[in-house]
């Protein structure tokens, strides 16, 4: 179970490709390690003051650990959370540490910059279902069911984002069987 000395991950809460990567921690944290805060939320932006960054800037994933004392960000973020989700991830990790972290960061900024044309984006933060409320930091009330997620006044339709006239699949199936 999550306790307050447990990591903190800090997603865009408005980002199909962060709400899947959350989902995706959360299928494979079998010992509900991690907590979530979206960037949106009074507590990211908090943690975030703390550390002198703004909150404002929704590019980057953060992992906070060590009772919000140590910050970590990017792609070393996420060769974290690989690291700590175990078995096969652990490999993985270790495979990406192997790349510089300049090439890393690059990867992620490029991925960074079009994850809402090619993932979609939410028009408000999407909440977390009742089972796992209690990992997530500062989640609000309810509206609507929506993949496994509460929605606040966003488009969902048959497990999918409409995004303008794009209809856009908020967790493609490869990365959802990863």
Same mark, same amino acid.
């Not at 960037?39 to 650990?65: F, M, N, P, W």
């Not at 500062?138 to 997620?149: A, K, L, V, Y």
């Given at each position: ?13 408005? &980002?199909?490709? &962060? ?9 494979? =944290? ?20 703390? *550390?002198?960054? =703004? ?5 980057? #994933?953060?992992? @906070? ?8 960000? !990017? ?5 974290? #959370? #690989? ?5 096969? $991830? ?6 990406? !540490?192997? &790349?510089?972290? $300049?090439?890393?960061? $690059?990867?992620?900024?490029? @991925?960074?910059? *079009? ?28 509206? !609507? ?7 606040? =006044? ?15 699949? #908020? &967790?493609?199936? $490869?990365?959802? *069987?990863?």
């Amino acid at each position: 179970m999550a306790d307050s000395a447990n990591p903190v991950l800090l997603y865009d809460g408005v &980002c199909g490709l &962060c709400n899947c990567l959350v989902q995706f921690v959360i299928k494979r =944290d079998n010992q509900a390690y991690f907590r979530f805060a979206s960037l949106q939320s009074d507590a990211a932006a908090r943690i975030l003051k703390r *550390h002198g960054l =703004d909150s404002h800037d929704l590019d980057t #994933l953060y992992v @906070v650990e060590e009772s919000g004392e140590q910050l970590t960000s !990017r792609s070393d973020a996420v060769i974290l #959370l #690989l690291r700590e989700l175990g078995a096969f $991830w652990r490999v993985a990790s270790l495979v990406l !540490r192997i &790349c510089p972290r $300049w090439l890393r960061d $690059w990867g992620y900024g490029v @991925v960074a910059r *079009h994850r809402y044309r090619v993932f979609g984006k939410y028009e408000s933060c999407v909440l977390p279902e009742e089972k796992y409320r209690d990992r997530f930091l500062d989640t609000g009330s309810e509206q !609507r069911q929506g993949n496994g997620f509460t929605t606040k =006044d966003t488009k969902v339709h048959e497990g999918a984002l409409r995004v303008s006239h794009l209809r856009v699949p #908020l &967790c493609p199936s $490869w990365l959802t *069987h990863l």
